[in-house]
């Protein structure tokens, strides 16, 4: 949004980031955080009340799809994904005071949540999601310095974050962290399981699937319910795979374990329904980001990449935000009524009739 | 009804009055927007004790609360004999129920056993039962049930028939007046009703009702609605499209009425706006985005809006068409002692502010939008209260409203902190401007010297 002040001329636009620029007649620029203070520049001082009305949250503005940040890396991702995010509705017109606006409130803001690995890909886009929704944050992931690059950015976007580094696959580390990311946080409304022991062959990788895929989510609901059941929004979300669904060409542990998890979602909707607790499954298809398997695939086994693409009935491999946005959503209050679902998103990979 | 007595020595806005704006319209105009009423109102500075102090909130509970008639809730909200509302004010909880068809009442929500409240919250009860042991009344007040009676041979039933407070009901509102021995309602109302006759609140319904908490004195928040000089440094966005300081001001009785009018520049404004620009500013578009609503060749930004109004009512208001420009664009916000604050004509708002318990720093803001409605009766919106930090855009059926409100309450804490702060003795109020705070402060005095 961008305005004229009436008396001082001066320009008020609201940024990307979240801050508002000010310039005025004479050409000073300064950038103001929504309250006021002054961020950066030559201008130091601008009106508090435009600034809030130019960068403050506009109607429906909290939804989902009108505040995905932008993607990083999307630009270099080969089958760039043309822009699926619907257009903001338009903020009510003034004549009309009582104009309801179509935006549907995700009923986030304040929430508390855990994700595991959340430093990289599709767990990191949804923290960057969730933290959008303001929703405080608990992540832990292997790697120490990827937690706190993870831990500033998204501060930054005004939400409690607290990290750290462990292997999910170490029960007794997981469960310190669950209880201690309550205890940081305050209480526990979601817990979003994504961690995986990856592809790979052998009785090794059984064992690794066995212990991160499905032992971690086990784990960690056990350890979360306590703060859960005091939630009056609890829900668990569980990222499993289309490698669970149909046959990829080659029998693997992470097909199976990914399957595993899936049958448990739905034990634990159903035990776990009496007590407020929703437990949901997103299985995402191929989804390409910079790092990400199918970027080393693309290069490595270009004909193992072109055949994935081929099968992906829209043209294109999904992003991590695009997986995001369903896990956000079936972690939400506004999924109120859904428990023991298994949404899958993966631009139509797979072929079966998913009744 | 009193006309204008103008007061020659008082000084205004150079701006266009409205008066003269209303020969503009393309309808006749009501006479009600035609009514003005100027009174002698000593009172220019208050004490700031006033809004901080304990001691001047437990006066307010004894002279002021438990004296005055004040808007408990909405008659649609208790249809059903049986159905009731929790009102609550300072430390005081009545039960506004629909004892019988046709009638209501207000008892104290307190057992008279041990103490406890009766009723937790707003619903529908088929008698009045403590939770604590299991005394119970009747909806008509009467002690209906003692669990082990033979245990309270002393207590003697007509003795203990469950205290009320008066109850009047007006435009639909209940009021309630927790003086047994206070004058009927229409005595406080005045010549209230005759102002509301174009526009009769009754046949509306409670389309939105927002609550929150807000850090201030409930006096510091409802006087940031009741006068236009602050739209320049709150919101000063909307200055293309808004006569802010040529706003008139008038009083009758208890109550006080501000007029601002729409699609009409600021005086405080350098150069002249054009008709797209005030329409654009009321809208609020950005400099960067093509105009929600164009002007049409030939007409004027109000003329625009207030046929755009039209088109909307339609459905709801059988002779909209007939409705003047001015009831469709302007605010006339009225304020009916001490805290109850229903707008005129098509604006819809209604505010009212409370203390929050018995902290002067701490009070209720509510909004509610009353529609005009054709056929059946829709259902009133229940209660939406909003948590302590969030923004009013948390309550998206607020619409636009919700982000001005934001400006409105960016002030308000400020303001309360700044009071404590204040080295010097009082606020002062503008001579003319600020008439309608000026008003309520002298019958608030009146009220507590009683």
New interface residues.
């Given amino acids: 949004?961008?305005?004229?002040?009436?008396?001082s001329r001066a320009?008020y636009e609201s940024q990307e980031d979240g801050l508002v620029r000010v310039e005025e007649e004479g050409g000073r620029v300064g950038l103001f955080h929504l309250d006021g203070r002054w961020h950066s520049g030559e201008l130091r001082d601008a009106?508090?009340?435009?600034i809030?009305?130019?960068g403050?949250?506009?109607?429906?503005?909290?939804t989902a799809t009108n505040r995905i940040p932008a993607m990083p890396g999307a630009a270099t991702t080969p089958p760039r994904p043309t822009t699926t995010v619907p257009k903001p509705p338009?903020?009510?017109?003034?004549?009309?005071?009582?104009?309801?606006?179509t935006?549907m409130?995700l009923g986030l803001?304040?929430r508390k949540a855990i994700v595991t690995a959340a430093t990289r890909g599709i767990g990191l886009a949804i923290a960057r999601l969730l933290a959008d929704e303001g929703v405080d944050l608990a992540l832990c992931a292997r790697g120490a310095a990827g937690l706190e690059a993870a831990r500033k950015e998204l501060e930054a976007r005004g939400v409690r974050v607290f990290t750290k580094a462990l292997d999910v696959g170490d029960g007794d580390a997981l469960r310190g962290f669950v209880r201690e990311a309550a205890e940081a946080l305050g209480g526990l409304d979601l817990l979003v399981c994504n961690a995986s022991g990856g592809a790979g062959m052998g009785e090794k990788a059984w064992q690794a699937n066995f212990d991160v895929d499905v032992l971690h989510s086990v784990r960690a609901v056990e350890a979360a319910l306590p703060s859960l059941t005091s939630s009056d929004a609890a829900s668990v979300v569980f990222i499993s795979s289309t490698a669970a669904l149909e046959y990829l060409g080659v029998p693997q542990a992470y097909n199976a374990m990914k399957a595993a998890l899936i049958a448990h979602a739905n034990d634990l909707s159903q035990a776990l329904a009496p007590k407020g607790v929703r437990v949901n499954v997103v299985s995402p298809g191929p989804i390409y980001f910079d790092g990400g398997n199918w970027e080393m695939i693309k290069k490595a086994m270009p004909a193992i990449y072109e055949r994935a693409l081929g099968q992906c009935a829209l043209g294109r491999m999904g992003t991590p935000e695009e997986v995001a946005r369903s896990v956000v959503f079936l972690a939400s209050p506004a999924a109120s009524y859904v428990t023991g679902a298994n949404l899958v998103v993966d631009g139509g990979f797979t072929k079966r009739v998913a009744y | 009804m009193t006309s204008a007595a103008s007061t020659t020595a008082e000084a205004r806005s150079p701006g266009l009055s409205y008066q003269q704006l209303l020969e503009t319209d393309t309808r006749p105009v009501p006479d009600v927007l035609r009514w003005q009423a100027r009174a002698e109102i000593p009172v220019v500075q208050v004490p700031i004790e006033r809004y901080t102090a304990r001691a001047f909130h437990d006066l307010e509970v004894e002279k002021l609360w438990r004296k005055v008639w004040q808007m408990a809730c909405r008659e649609e909200e208790i249809p059903e004999v049986g159905d009731h509302v929790v009102y609550e004010i300072a430390d005081d909880s009545l039960i506004v129920m629909r004892s019988a068809p046709g009638e209501i009442r207000a008892y104290h929500n307190v057992c008279l056993h041990r103490g406890r409240m009766l009723r937790d919250c707003d619903g529908r009860a088929e008698e009045l039962r403590c939770p604590f042991h299991g005394w119970t009344w009747s909806l008509d007040g009467a002690l209906k049930r003692i669990p082990a009676q033979w245990d309270f041979p002393h207590v003697e039933r007509e003795r203990f028939h469950l205290p009320e407070a008066k109850v009047g009901t007006w435009g639909g509102f209940v009021f309630v007046n927790l003086d047994p021995a206070c004058a009927p309602l229409a005595d406080h109302l005045g010549e209230l009703p005759r102002h509301f006759e174009a526009w009769p609140l009754e046949q509306r319904y409670k389309?939105?009702h927002v609550a929150k908490r807000l850090p201030c004195n409930w006096k510091v928040a409802q006087e940031a609605f009741m006068e236009a000089y602050h739209v320049?440094?709150?919101?000063?966005?909307l200055?293309?499209g808004i006569g802010d300081v040529n706003s008139q001001y008038d009083v009758w009785g208890n109550f006080s009425r501000a007029i601002t009018a729409n699609m009409t520049p600021?005086p405080?404004?350098q150069a002249a706006p054009s008709e797209q620009e005030m329409l654009d500013s009321?809208?609020?578009r950005?400099?960067?985005e093509e105009p929600?609503?164009r002007v049409p060749e030939g007409m004027t930004a109000r003329q625009t809006?207030a046929m755009?109004?039209r088109l909307?009512l339609q459905a709801s208001v059988a002779s909209v068409n007939d409705v003047s420009d001015a009831e469709l664009a302007d605010s006339f916000y009225y304020t009916v002692f001490p805290n109850f604050h229903p707008w005129g004509a098509y604006?819809?708002?209604v505010y009212r502010f409370r203390p929050a318990g018995s902290d002067p720093d701490r009070c209720i803001m509510e909004v509610m939008?009353l529609?005009p409605f054709r056929g059946r009766r829709p259902k009133p919106a229940p209660v939406h209260w909003l948590?302590d930090?969030?923004?009013w855009?948390?309550a998206?059926?607020?619409?636009?409203?919700?982000?001005v409100f934001?400006?409105d309450t960016?002030n308000l804490g400020r303001v309360q902190r700044g009071l404590h702060a204040a080295r010097h003795s009082h606020v002062t109020f503008a001579r003319y401007q600020e008439t309608k705070i000026r008003h309520f402060h002298a019958l608030l005095e009146a009220q507590l010297a009683r």
């Fill in positions: 949004m961008k305005l004229r002040h009436p008396f320009i009106d508090p009340h435009l809030g009305w130019v403050g949250p506009q109607l429906g503005g909290r338009t903020p009510a017109a003034g004549a009309d005071p009582n104009r309801r606006t935006s409130d803001r304040g | 389309e939105v320049g440094g709150t919101h000063p966005q200055l293309p600021s405080l404004l009321m809208l609020s950005s400099l960067d929600m609503l809006l755009t109004s909307q604006n819809r708002i939008y529609a948590g930090d969030d923004d855009t948390q998206p059926e607020l619409g636009f409203l919700a982000r934001n400006q960016f």
